[in-house]
């Protein structure tokens, strides 16, 4: 799950967007026989805030689905990494009220997550990645 909180509304908050990566389950039938296994589309689903500022968040709401290409899982996995890096520049210790919050989390509780806050508004990676997926 790869998962946004902007800060358009200051110390009132923003909204909450998150993409979930997956394998639909056709797919992982197909895996359990199949030695050619990275080679399976992955599925990427975007949902939005139902809620505007000031409000807190209510639900999510699903906005687009779409299996992805090669390529798109590459983009993915570069905006991991440059995630990963800026969380590395601050040592991860930036914490605030003020802008915005990315996260990358895997399925499982204890295998992956990588958390940024950016307070200066510098990094567009998740909008760039939206963007390329959803066209939007």
Not at 2 to 12: H, K, M, N, P, V
Not at 94 to 118: E, I
Request: charged share 25%; aromatic share 10%.
């Amino acid at each position: 799950m790869l998962a946004a909180d902007y800060s358009e509304c200051g110390e009132f908050g923003g909204h909450h967007e998150i993409i979930k990566v997956y394998m639909q389950e056709q797919e992982r039938v197909q895996l359990r026989n199949s030695p050619d296994w990275e080679s399976l589309p992955l599925t990427a689903a975007w949902f939005v805030d139902s809620t505007q500022c000031p409000q807190p968040r209510v639900k999510l709401v699903f906005k687009k689905q779409r299996l992805l290409q090669m390529e798109e899982e590459t983009s993915i996995k570069q905006y991991i990494q440059a995630l990963l890096l800026e969380n590395l520049k601050d040592n991860g210790m930036t914490m605030s009220n003020a802008g915005n919050h990315y996260q990358v989390k895997k399925a499982r509780r204890d295998d992956l997550q990588v958390t940024y806050w950016d307070v200066h508004d510098s990094f567009s990676g998740f909008e760039v990645l939206r963007k390329r997926l959803f066209g939007r």
